[in-house]
């Protein structure tokens, strides 16, 4: 509300400095001498207040269509995102169990934080958490890249399929949690209300 005063303020100062500058015989903003006033040219302020007041109402319209979620409801997800971390967790843990890769001693440390770090996600998620969501959205967004670069890279055909598998699955869960997060409601900051 301060920035629109303000705004205002400052177009009526410009107003007021622009007709001051004016010849003595000139009309007011461009207007003929005649009476008969020009059409006043749209301004790229003009064209960006438009813009941003149908953006505003857009977002408007899709937050008055978004349904609360209820007690206990869950997005489906946010559930196969909460069942993908789970999975993720759990195949950490048996990989560090089995010694999947005896060449580097110094994985069980990462290994153990990667799988603490998705069992927390997962619980987040299955509790319908934001930072959960976010979370997981920001492990796909790094997942979806990684993939990518692999499948430049790619030596073989197999390893061009598994990269393309890989970002076409991380994609698709992150693109439906993008729109799950939507009804998700974030958690009131201290000293907001």
Do not use: H
Not at 103 to 128: N, P, Q, Y
């Amino acid at each position: 509300m301060a920035q629109r005063s303000s705004r205002k303020r400052r177009k009526e100062r410009r107003r007021a400095a622009t007709a001051a500058s004016a010849p003595p015989g000139a009309a007011p903003n461009g207007a003929e001498a005649d009476g008969a006033a020009a059409p006043r040219a749209a301004t790229a302020q003009d064209f960006m207040e438009r813009g941003y007041a149908r953006g505003r109402a857009k977002d408007a319209e899709a937050r008055a269509k978004l349904k609360p979620l209820g007690a206990g409801e869950r997005p489906t997800a946010v559930t196969v995102g909460a069942i993908v971390a789970a999975v993720a967790a759990l195949a950490n843990l048996v990989s560090l169990a089995l010694a999947f890769d005896p060449d580097e001693a110094g994985k069980s440390f990462s290994t153990l934080l990667g799988a603490g770090l998705m069992i927390l996600i997962a619980v987040g998620m299955w509790r319908a958490r934001y930072w959960a969501v976010l979370g997981l959205q920001a492990l796909l967004a790094l997942t979806i890249i990684g993939a990518s670069l692999a499948l430049l890279l790619a030596s073989s055909v197999w390893a061009g399929v598994l990269a393309f598998l890989i970002v076409a699955c991380s994609g698709t869960l992150f693109w439906f949690l993008v729109k799950a997060m939507a009804r998700i409601q974030m958690p009131q900051r201290p000293g907001s209300d």
